[in-house]
């Protein structure tokens, strides 16, 4: 008996599972925690396309089947599963390598993304909770604003449940980036595919610094004012949208797409590929702030390094001594509020 017992398990072991790419891409189950939202639901999709996927997860409180069962059709490699409501939650994230949380409000005009606080702080903060009891181990890739809060809040709901790991949690500032290197390659009339912007700092405001003195390819046609405009115009992409939107909410596919790049970045990493690097807003010592963002490289474990700053125009060194008191506030709130209740 017993060995037929391990020639069937053997032999289940061989016999492909559905949906199973190839022998060399090992099985990553990812979920995302408001998936039936504007992000959520590209995100879904691009994530359904990431052959790196074996097992979609799609959690919301409202709406996930009708977007599971749409997206599962397309015919690629993972298994997708919608999940609704908090007592799927445990199922929904068991097992998860990569859980990106694209849930709660978005802006409307006139509003900062401080003013989202009340709401998502909660959110977040009960999301985390679970995500420390059933998948302590995951990466998690937070979108949530304000992201100078959430992280800090999840670092501290981590904390308490004895499961933090600093290398693997990730505030997603890769939108930052995307519309840097769009901006850029407008301005510097080159081909946006080659493009490389890092951008520094946070996710709010001023506290978004994107480093336009080592972009490359180089360009030698940008004036200072044009640097400044370019900055300028990264630092309020976000309510370029926002107003643009006059009332519909945030960036949605732009942010689907920047989470999708940022996640498999998190997965090649993770199946070690080795020179990963992007830019996101993590636990820090490269500055005075416990968090912040700069290009990190990502591995087996999440971060492998967070790597400096690298040479600062002096331009960029006002802007970064400028965003230092309101990322700390920011900062400092999210602590307060999850050691508060
Ligand atoms: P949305 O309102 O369209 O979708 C949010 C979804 O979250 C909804 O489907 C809602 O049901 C769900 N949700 C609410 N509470 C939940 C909970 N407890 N558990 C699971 N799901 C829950 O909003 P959106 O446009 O998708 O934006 C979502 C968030 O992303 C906002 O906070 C927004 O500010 C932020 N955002 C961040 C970036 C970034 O660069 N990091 C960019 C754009 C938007
Ligand atoms: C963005 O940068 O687009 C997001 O943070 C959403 C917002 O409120 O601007």
Redesign the pocket.
Known sequence: LRSIQSSLRRSKNLLPRRGYSSDSTPERKVAV??A?????QPLALLMKLNPLVSNLAL?????TPGVAADVSHVNTRSEVTGYMGEDQLVKALEGCDVVII??????KPGMT?DD?FNI?AG?VK??CTAIAKYCPHALVNM???P?NSTVPIAAEVFKKAGTYDENKLFG?TM?DVVRAKTFYAGKANVPVEGVNVPVVGG?AGITILPLFSQATPKANNLSDEDITALTKRTQDG?TEVVEAKAGK????LS?AYAGAMFADACLKGLNGVPDVVECSFVQSSITELPFFASKVRLGKNGVEEVLGLGPLSDYEKQGLESLKPELKSSIEKGIMFANQS
Do not use: E, K
């Open positions: 925690l408001g039936a939202g504007g992000i959520g959690y919301d409180i409202a709406g694209p849930a709660g409000v978005p802006r993304r989202l998502n959110i009960s999301l979108i949530s604003n992201v997603v939108l996710h976000g909410g945030s960036a949605t942010m």
